[in-house]
């Protein structure tokens, strides 16, 4: 849409003609005027301003350009024409629609927009509203005797919508849309609204300790409080949370009536047994009385059920009432419908219908507004007119609508509450609701999702009934309403596509009782208080997010944080120390004493799954892990340190920070201490100073690490020394020059017998001084004997890892050592000097079961399995836990591969952990998975299947061997990186077997249905007749698996349970089948005529295969294929007779959607036994020699059929018949068709076959050139029922768990 500031030009108005009607008295803030220009070709190219009309308070006018606004194009404005007169500062906010009338086409121009209108900005519109050469050209009907008319509709609003505050309009706030649930938030501020209801999900019981995103009743509770004491829109992710929904459920629309049901049934359940059972049933649940009469006697069948709301007509129905006449409509049952009245009356005439028992105080109608098009084969929206009243008495025509035996005394007469809308099409749109929350005259509101706005009840009602805008013009004419708008488009029907879908009504005489009084202390007490604080909690964080830009964040590291982020196994006495001398449990140590090498040497402890085996080793820490200080800008650093102590028991003088720089190597290290002159300075300046500009962040934040004083007391930490700590920071030596001489490092200790590296510690070193100084300090924070050989090394970067060793003789300027770096030590691994120092470089690493984590040591045979720290943090960074399962080779499928959906964590034992290196090869993986299967697999015998990460099943291809060089590649898929993998056994080694073709093969007997399915290996340069030679094989031996159509095997009496034998163990996996062998033995076939091979997709025979074809580029992936043996009379009919194949399929019949979707219609007021009796009255049969119409949906098993040339279709017929072995009863409903390209006729009994094929086997598609079988398909769970509800294949069905 093309929007323009204001307009423009020289001044100069002409003379116009204008009729004004100004603004409704139904609403003075919404207005129209139609303006009528004549001799317009005549008019200068000059300003051409309407006469003013009057809406909301202000006065408008048209402004256009007729020959355009330096443009070629007709240019129009709406202008506030007032402003000349308006107070400075004046505004306005409208919305407006501008329409060049076509006058005789229907073919209007309209655009519309909405602006703030003020001084600087009067007018508002379009500069390129319509091309010149269109506005003149009389096919298009603008201008008419030289008069162009302009229409304009205007409405003023309060405020900019932009800015629309709901609640403060209203006294209503609306629900937040996630995606596509407003559908969901229509039908939640419905239930809202009536009070009752909400009373009684105030009153379900909930616990303390449950949390709303897992209960229904919590969260609904939170969301109708929220709604009732909030002022702003509610999120409804708690809800559907606690729905078991996920992000697809809530970007998937659903149906309205479909939700209700299944929240209401939900509800039902979870109100069982508290104060509010059976709530449910007594707000919405009425009663029918199903009935059956017979005219000629005295016999008569009824039956009751309750229903929970009402599906009514809307097509062919005028409004609610007719609807209703058409419910209780009486269906007479004679000829041959007639119902059978026992053995008594036999086949009698009788009147079949439903009348009403019981009417709910709650009545809630469902408009069937989409059905099915049996025609188009598809869905499609009803948009008729259809009325409903404000008040509906359901007691009219003498309780026409009720059974003899219903409550006279009650009265039936309903106020309209809700009227849920559903604005567009069958394949989508918006759901909206107009409710009248006090049943009481026009105090109507529009609940459209986060908005909410007062409506008319012209706007609620009438608005809403369908049809186009002429009824409802013609409806408000007739009935002398003046102030509906008149439409503007030039008499072309306009179909409106927003329409009523729901009704809710509720029972006059039950108005007081279900609008009740509902307050605070209708809510538990623990469930207010929980929401009161939640209501604080998100008033706190609204102030902070506005006083965000005054405020900072400090992100302060410790060495309690690195000691709690690298390595595990900690036992943090600096912790226990405080808190048994009552200091704060945030003072940390800094240093930690190691594990001593004189205790027991421990083993990795067993994790609780071996894919949570994953310790941070590398660099120091992770700054959203560490304190966070939220503090003023303008804060001077040396009032931040006054508030550490009082929160952290630190002295102002035990405190140095240091700042934290990004290398180039894309590590973080502390690099400098703050100055004195910085610690005075504002917070906002050091991080703006201390932060190069591509680090700053939109937070702005500040990191920070603390040193404390070092304090070391007889080999332990802290030992025996009280808080709060007293003693002096180290004095940091400098030159004369003032430059420092000493540098921070920071040490991790490596253990290869534990397999842990643990931060220790921290110290000050010399630059000019050996690192061999530092050896007092690193026995001390170790705990070992002073004398303890040790290997130092520079943890230079993860990325990839790079660790690099320094000798005790290099001093810190020599090994390049600065502020930051971490040393890694250990003690002397027992093994050569010259090992060592060839393995510091890097080394291969060991894999191993992660079942294994708990079976003995990590050091096996007491060695270490990474002696090195260098080989340690290398198998850390690459190590991967992956999980194989097993496919099913049993049910492979054309590779051999089983497309089995995956076991949950815990439910299937036959899954193994095993840890192997990330760039493990696929030898490596095979070896290390045969390893852990057993010494009698083959590792060349396991073929590796990835695992599909979106739909969470196997691929449906297996890799190949070697295909991928790395186990990271195999564990990806589409960029998704998951743990598992699938494995098979296989009886030959894989690269053998990808030298072969594997394809599966289905055989079908002579009466077409697949009785065996086979696997047969062949090399790829083998022929179809090599195929079906190794097929016959099999068949006579009885080797393959039962087929679709096998008989089934008669079932085995059931054991006694105390006869039961015990469960025997689980049996290792099975090796995928071969040419000879398949997973069941089937019985013997004995081939005694040639076999052919074919080529079937959907049910349709797409090739005949020559038997000197080759195998290697057959694709059986998608295509199956089929072998069966030629039958002696097809070698009959074309040898002896001249005749031609042609191929057949099963075609359902286009009557069974419609009978379906007929009777799942009448399923809420027709009873099963009675829809039996009249089950006579089917859709006439098609007379033979019409043309059928579509769709042509195949099913079944499809085949090849010879015919003869003079052979008639009653012949044919009879030889279907026989060899597809069906009932004469069954078989005379099935009809014949000739299908050609989708074109298809039924035959006659006395038409010649041939004929109809003569000529079209040569066809490029010739699987379209066929015979159909017309009949229904029995097959279970195929059909697809229509109902009157919306219905797409894209959705699922709404579950609420």
Not at 198 to 221: D, G, W
Not at 702 to 707: M, T
Not at 909 to 928: F, G, H, M
């Amino acid at each position: 849409m093309e929007v323009d500031p204001p307009a423009t030009a020289a001044a100069g108005a002409a003379p116009a003609t204008a009729g004004a009607d100004g603004a409704t008295a139904a609403d003075p803030m919404q207005g129209s005027h139609r303006w009528e220009l004549h001799n317009f070709s005549q008019l200068p190219n000059q300003k051409q301003y309407s006469a003013q009309f009057l809406v909301g308070g202000y006065f408008w006018r048209i402004l256009i350009f007729p020959k355009g606004n330096n443009s070629e194009h007709l240019s129009v404005y709406l202008d506030a024409s007032d402003s000349d007169t308006q107070a400075y500062g004046w505004s306005r906010y409208a919305s407006f629609t501008l329409t060049v009338v076509s006058q005789f086409k229907g073919k209007d121009v309209k655009k519309d927009s909405g602006h703030q209108f003020n001084a600087r900005e009067s007018d508002w519109g379009f500069t390129q509203f319509l091309p010149t050469n269109e506005l003149m050209d009389p096919d298009n009907g603008f201008l008419h005797n030289d008069t162009l008319v302009v229409f304009a509709e205007v409405h003023v609003q309060k405020s900019n919508p932009h800015l629309y505050d709901s609640y403060k309009e209203t006294g209503h706030v609306g629900l937040k849309n996630q995606g596509a649930t407003c559908y969901m938030n229509s039908l939640l501020q419905t239930l809202y609204h009536l009070h009752h209801f909400r009373k009684a999900v105030y009153h379900m019981p909930t616990a303390e300790t449950e949390e709303a995103s897992k209960s229904i009743p919590l969260a609904l509770q939170s969301l109708f409080y929220k709604l009732q004491y909030g002022d702003t829109s509610v999120a409804t992710k708690e809800l559907t949370a606690s729905f078991g929904w996920d992000t697809y459920d809530s970007f998937m629309q659903h149906d309205v009536q479909e939700l209700n049901r299944v929240l209401c049934e939900k509800l039902e359940e979870k109100m069982k047994s508290t104060v509010v059972e059976n709530t449910i049933q007594k707000l919405f649940e009425g009663s029918v009385v199903n009935y059956i009469e017979c005219i000629n006697v005295n016999y008569k069948s009824e039956r009751k059920e309750t229903y929970m709301d009402l599906q009514l007509d809307v097509k062919g129905c005028k409004d609610v009432y007719a609807s209703f006449d058409k419910y209780v409509e009486v269906e007479r049952l004679d000829g041959e419908n007639k119902y059978q009245a026992g053995d008594e009356h036999g086949l009698q005439d009788a009147r079949k219908g439903v009348l009403f028992e019981k009417l709910p105080p709650v009545l809630e109608l469902q408009l069937k507004r989409f059905e099915y098009d049996f025609h188009r084969d598809t869905m499609v929206k009803i948009n008729d007119r259809y009325e409903f009243p404000e008040r509906l008495d359901l007691d009219v025509g003498n309780r026409k609508y009720f059974s003899p035996s219903s409550d006279r005394s009650q009265r039936n007469v309903y106020l309209l509450h809700s009227v849920l809308v559903h604005s567009g099409g069958v394949h989508g749109g918006h759901y909206y609701a107009y409710i009248r929350p006090t049943l009481e005259g026009d105090a109507w509101f529009k609940f459209d999702d986060e908005r909410v706005t007062k409506e008319t009840t012209q706007k609620a009602t009438v608005e809403q009934f369908g049809g186009s805008d002429d009824d409802n013009y013609n409806h408000n004419h007739n009935n002398n309403n003046n102030n509906f708008t008149p439409p503007a488009h030039g008499g072309f029907r306009l179909a409106k596509f927003s329409n009523a879908y729901m009704l809710v009504y509720v029972r006059e005489s039950d108005k007081d009782e279900i609008l009740c009084n509902v307050d605070k202390e209708d809510i538990l007490p623990h469930v207010r208080e929980r929401l009161q604080r939640e209501q604080e909690e998100k008033e706190k964080r609204r102030k902070e997010k506005q006083e965000a830009h005054l405020y900072t964040i400090i992100k302060v590291a410790m060495d309690r944080d690195i000691k709690a982020q690298i390595g595990t196994g900690f036992e943090d006495r600096t912790a226990a120390a405080l808190a048994a001398g009552g200091g704060s449990n945030d003072m940390s140590a800094d240093v930690s004493p190691g594990a001593n090498n004189n205790s027991s040497r421990a083993i990795v402890s067993n994790p609780t799954t071996p894919a949570s085996h994953t310790n941070e080793y590398f660099d120091l820490v992770d700054h959203e892990k560490v304190r966070h200080f939220r503090v003023q800008k303008q804060m001077t650093f040396n009032d931040f340190k006054q508030m550490v102590e009082k929160e952290m028991s630190i002295p102002v003088e035990c405190q140095r920070y240091w700042m934290w720089a990004k290398r180039q190597n894309q590590t973080y290290r502390p690099s400098r201490p703050l100055t004195h002159e910085e610690e005075s300075m504002a917070v906002a300046l050091i991080r703006d100073s201390g932060t190069p500009r591509h680090e700053k962040t939109a937070s702005g934040d500040l990191k920070l690490f603390l040193e404390t004083p070092a304090l070391v007391f007889g080999n332990s930490l802290h030992k025996g020394l009280p808080p709060p700590m007293r003693e002096p920071l180290h004095t940091i030596v400098h030159d004369v020059a003032n430059k420092r001489m000493e540098h921070l490092l920071f040490f991790k200790l490596y253990d290869p017998y534990t397999e842990m590296c643990t931060y220790v510690g921290r110290a000050f070193a010399h630059r000019d001084r050996p690192m061999s100084d530092l050896l007092p300090a690193l026995w001390t924070f170790a705990g070992y004997p002073h004398g303890t050989p040790l290997l130092l090394f520079e943890e230079v970067k993860y990325e990839p890892v790079m660790i690099e060793e320094i000798t005790l003789t290099q001093t810190l300027s020599e090994a390049q050592l600065e502020d930051g770096d971490i040393i890694c030590y250990q003690r002397v691994p027992e093994v050569s000097t010259e090992e060592t120092a060839a393995s510091a470089g890097g080394a291969e690493v060991v894999m191993r079961d992660a079942a294994a984590l708990s079976d003995g040591a990590a050091a096996a045979d007491g060695h270490p399995r990474y002696d090195t720290v260098v080989k340690f943090l290398e198998y850390v960074r690459n190590r991967q836990i992956v999980r194989f399962l097993p496919l099913d080779s049993a049910t492979q499928r054309s590779n051999d591969i089983s497309i089995q959906s995956p076991a949950k964590d815990g439910e299937n034992d036959d899954s193994l952990y095993i840890e192997l290196s990330r760039n493990s090869r696929y030898d490596d993986v095979t070896a290390a998975l045969a390893h852990r299967l057993g010494e009698n697999v083959n590792p060349q015998h396991i073929r590796l299947t990835q695992y599909n990460a979106y739909s969470s099943t196997p691929k449906p291809a297996p890799m190949k061997y070697q295909g991928i060089d790395k186990l990271m590649d195999m564990l990806t898929h589409y960029h998704q990186i998951s743990d598992r993998l699938y494995y098979e056994i296989l009886d030959i080694p894989l690269p053998l077997m990808e030298s072969l073709k594997t394809l599966k093969v289905s055989y079908h007997d002579d009466k077409t249905a697949e009785t065996s399915t086979h696997t047969v290996r062949l090399k790829k340069d083998k022929c179809i007749g090599d195929v079906l030679g190794a097929l016959a094989d099999q068949l006579s031996k009885g080797v393959g698996s039962p087929g679709a159509g096998a008989p089934k095997p008669k079932a085995e009496p059931a054991t006694p349970a105390a006869e039961a034998p015990a469960p025997a163990p689980a049996p290792a996996p099975a090796p995928a089948a071969t040419a000879a062998t398949t997973a069941t033995a089937i019985a013997p076939v004995s081939v005694t005529r040639p076999l052919r091979m074919l080529e079937v997709f959907y049910s349709k025979l797409y090739k005949v295969f020559k038997s000197t074809e080759k195998i290697g580029e057959i694709n059986d992936q998608y295509w199956s294929l089929r072998a069966e043996q030629i039958p002696e009379e097809e070698e009959h009919i074309l040898q002896n007779m001249g005749g031609m194949m042609i191929n057949v399929y099963h075609l359902q019949t286009n009557s069974d959607k419609g009978s379906n979707a007929a009777g799942a219609a009448r399923a809420t007021k027709d009873e099963a036994a009675d829809d039996a009796a009249s089950a006579g009255a089917g859709a006439a049969p098609a007379t033979e020699g019409q043309f059928r119409g579509q769709p042509f949906n195949n099913f079944g098993d499809p085949f090849l059929l010879a015919i003869a040339p003079h052979e008639k279709v009653a012949s044919v017929k009879a030889r279907i018949q026989q060899k597809l072995k069906v009932d004469d009863a069954e078989f005379a409903k099935w009809r014949l068709v000739a299908v050609s390209m989708s074109k298809g006729e039924y035959l006659r009994d006395e038409d010649v076959l041939y004929t109809r094929f003569e000529g079209k086997r040569d066809h490029p598609q010739q699987w379209e050139v066929y015979l159909a079988l017309e009949h229904e398909d029995k097959t279970p769970g195929r059909h697809r029922h229509h109902t009157g509800a919306r219905a797409f294949s894209h959705e699922k069905p709404i579950k609420i768990h």
